[in-house]
């Protein structure tokens, strides 16, 4: 139930971390090169001759097509040029941290924040980030405690700093909050973070959207998991009728569906969901999916084995049935 400013909203080889549905925010602003620098400059020995702003448009482009191998492979050039750039770092971090691999990433991130608290220039929100972005890291190493002091940091980082609480490491600490079975302060979490994704600017773009009902679905599966399932009905009902397209929502809705003995209505929107919705539902009929990747609370993925179990055991009655017949 992963959030970050990857897909870490939606799919994208995961809700846990992997897939950047955005460019690495530090990577993207515009390079300037100093006068001594100058874009011709010739690099030092063994480095490319391409421009510090050719070599950072070509790991953008990297990560816009998704290939991690390729942004880690440019970012490294731009590291070697300047080590000491947290920028360069930082976007390597990201690039492995897509590629997953972890503990690659986490040694850029500490690099990256070491530089940073050195400078002493009090950029707080370049340390938020990079602390957050570590967070994730933790997070694809199942480390929820040090995931945790992660994103405590960067949220307390950033309300000292007097902005507004990120809605993305909201849903990530949601996330581990989960992992650890604190489900009350997961469902908190959740719920704050969509309320922020909501109170953005830009609320109606895509991504700010889709993090605003991603985060509304993990708080509502949080209620199931609390126990009340009829209060859980309700908030995904209207989490479905603002993302009409999404299996996850569907599928819980079987599931929950099934469990209050509305069998009727638990396949047809099962139904349409396997049939009508691109995402399908293969992935959720697979527990450990459901589990680890998807990070359904165990109450939600113990409701949807039953329901599954019951759909296959209906299935196979129906087969038999008809079977007899043409007999």
């Known amino acids: 139930m992963r959030v970050g400013r990857r897909s870490a909203l ?14 690495p925010e530090a990577l993207a602003a515009t390079y300037a090169p100093t006068e ?45 040029r300047e080590p000491k750039n947290e920028k360069w770092l930082e976007g390597r971090a990201q690039a492995l941290l897509d590629g997953k691999a972890f503990t690659m990433a986490l040694r ?24 957050a972005g570590r967070g994730l890291v933790h997070e694809g190493l199942y480390d929820w405690r040090n995931a945790l002091t992660d994103y405590d940091t960067a949220l307390r980082l950033t309300k000292e700093a007097g902005f507004v609480e990120d809605p993305y490491t909201l849903n990530s600490r949601g996330n581990v909050y989960s992992s650890l ?8 979490d959740f719920l704050q973070s969509s309320e922020y994704f909501q ?25 199931a998991q609390l126990g009340d399932i009829p209060g859980a009905i309700k908030e995904v009902e209207r989490v479905r009728r603002r993302a009409p397209n999404s299996a996850d929502m569907r599928a819980a809705l079987a599931a929950m569906y099934w469990s ?33 990747i998807r990070r359904w609370p165990p109450v939600m993925v113990n409701l949807m084995d039953k329901f599954l179990r019951a759909e296959l055991l209906q299935s196979t009655s129906y087969a038999l049935l008809e079977s007899d017949i043409y007999f």
């Open 181 to 188: 079975g604190m489900y009350e302060e997961a469902r908190r």
């Open 260 to 292: 209050q003995g509305r069998g009727a209505d638990a396949e047809d929107i099962w139904e349409y969901a396997c049939n009508n919705v691109l995402e399908g539902c293969a992935n959720y009929r697979n527990s450990d999916w459901l589990s680890r």
């Open 10 to 23: 939606f799919l994208a080889n995961t809700f846990i971390v992997g897939g950047s549905d955005t460019l």
């Open 36 to 80: 001594e620098e100058g874009v011709g400059t010739v690099p030092p020995l063994g480095i490319t001759l391409e421009s510090t702003a050719e070599l950072q448009a070509k790991a953008l482009l990297a990560f816009e097509k998704r290939d991690f191998k390729e942004a880690t492979r440019v970012l490294s050039e731009l590291v070697a």
């Open 108 to 131: 850029d991130y500490d690099s990256a924040l070491e530089i940073v608290r050195k400078r002493n220039d009090l950029n707080t929100q370049a340390e938020a980030r990079l602390v």
């Open 199 to 223: 109170t953005a600017k830009g609320f109606k773009t895509n991504k700010k959207l889709d993090g605003s009902i991603y985060a509304s679905s993990n708080a509502a599966l949080m209620l």
